[in-house]
């Protein structure tokens, strides 16, 4: 799986940069690490290799600086910012992680919006999806949900997914497992 995958990468340059002469590593691996923070949604992370980056490879390095833009985007859940920035000519050993994120900020809201919503406006939807119209229709169409034709913007209206059923546990299974928890405590 490719979060399994980012999760080992970041293991192995959070090393890399740990065993680094000096504490300073060249600015791919912090870009790298930068991206791998971003996709795993560690936010606090990312902030705080920013601080520890040296200032004089921030200032020449314009990726790394895009890079920050995308944070600050996901660090206020600034959608429409983050779909400005995130798309810039990213360099060959972040581009794939870059796009990752990208498709991946773009399912969980679309799965937000589908849960969240019980009506949208089309143009709220193409703002916080970054999608055109043609490819709002197909994703709705895809998803089932409905869109009320009408002037522009359409109201598209989410079907919400099928709850899934609470787990019921009966009185009494719950009085034995408080009780084998109180005799564990108590012997």
């Not at 206020?76 to 000519?89: L, S």
Request: aromatic share 12%; hydrophobic share 40%.
């Amino acid at each position: 799986m490719f979060s399994e995958k980012i999760r080992q990468l970041t293991l192995l340059l959070e090393k890399q940069e740990l065993e680094a002469p000096n504490g300073i590593v060249s600015v791919q691996l912090y870009s790298e690490l930068f991206a791998a923070y971003l996709y795993r949604n560690d936010l606090s992370n990312a902030r705080f290799l920013w601080k520890r980056i040296p200032p004089s490879i921030k200032a020449g390095h314009a990726e790394l600086e895009q890079m920050y833009k995308v944070y600050q985007c996901l660090w206020n859940n600034d959608t429409a910012g983050f779909y400005k920035v995130i798309n810039y000519d990213w360099s060959k050993h972040v581009s794939e992680l870059m796009f990752e994120l990208k498709d991946k900020i773009q399912q969980e809201t679309i799965n937000l919006i589908g849960r969240a919503y019980s009506s949208i406006f089309e143009n709220v939807f193409a703002e916080m999806t970054n999608q055109t119209p043609d490819m709002i229709a197909e994703l709705c169409k895809s998803q089932n949900w409905e869109i009320i034709d009408g002037p522009h913007p359409r109201l598209i209206v989410p079907k919400h997914p099928a709850a899934d059923k609470p787990l019921v546990v009966s009185s009494e299974d719950q009085l034995q497992k408080l009780t084998d928890f109180v005799s564990f405590l108590e012997n």
